[in-house]
């Protein structure tokens, strides 16, 4: 079955989780997400908020010129290597026709998030603020159509206001730090997800999230971020 992704001029089909998806936005491979045969590239439902910015004129390390979204690769004639962290680009990329120059998904999320200047205490990378679409849910509530912060780098989103009915945000402040449910470490960082008052603590969204999508399950180390 196939159908219209927002932003997106093709038809798309739906790739699970279980089908070794590798996404063209951040090269990893786990999570559910869509393919376009046409431009032969997947891409995670997070990482499909990419289609709903085609052109961006102020990203900070090129303003002037449009930075197009192209979905093919890089053009022959160009670099294929993002020309500002120098790492190969995919599928997915930003590209000026005027300057022959590649940005990677990354790096235009980094400026997206410079311009808008969006920080919370409870969470370490710049945030934007969105409305869910019909194929970008929120974490918390699986639900499209709310608006909500959003963060690009950890693409996990959370709506404005809330957490969940189920969990409380928390300080970690206690002279004995709790163990994450999901990655078993001690807690490190200033904020901690408490459901229901009881001993089921997580450390960050990312975690809080794994434990949904598969239950029981666990991972080998503490997330790179807080919360």
């Not at 996404?23 to 786990?30: F, I, L, N, T």
């Not at 499909?48 to 053009?75: N, W």
């Not at 950890?154 to 994450?180: F, M, T, V």
């Amino acid at each position: 079955m196939t159908f219209r992704l927002e932003g997106h001029e093709h038809r798309v089909s739906i790739v699970s989780s279980g089908d070794s998806l590798e996404c063209d936005a951040c090269d990893r491979s786990s999570g559910d997400g869509f393919s376009c045969s046409e431009c032969k590239f997947t891409v995670h439902r997070k990482c499909a908020f990419v289609f709903m910015t085609e052109d961006i004129f102020h990203h900070p390390s090129h303003d002037g010129h449009c930075l197009k979204l192209l979905t093919t690769g890089a053009p022959v004639h160009t670099d294929s290597k993002c020309h500002l962290c120098g790492k190969n680009t995919k599928h997915l990329l930003y590209h000026c026709y005027d300057c022959k120059v590649n940005l990677d998904i990354d790096c235009m999320i980094d400026g997206i998030c410079t311009l808008a200047r969006l920080s919370k205490p409870w969470h370490p990378h710049l945030l934007l603020m969105v409305d869910f679409s019909s194929d970008m849910w929120c974490d918390f509530c699986y639900e499209g159509g709310k608006h909500g912060y959003f963060c690009p780098r950890c693409r996990y989103a959370k709506p404005g206001g809330k957490i969940n009915g189920d969990y409380e945000l928390l300080a970690n402040n206690s002279s004995s730090r709790p163990l994450c449910s999901t990655c078993h470490c001690r807690c490190p960082g200033p904020f901690i997800l408490n459901k229901e008052r009881n001993n089921i603590f997580f450390c960050s969204y990312y975690c809080l999230g794994l434990s949904r999508e598969h239950a029981y399950s666990s991972v080998d180390m503490c997330p790179p971020w807080a919360i």
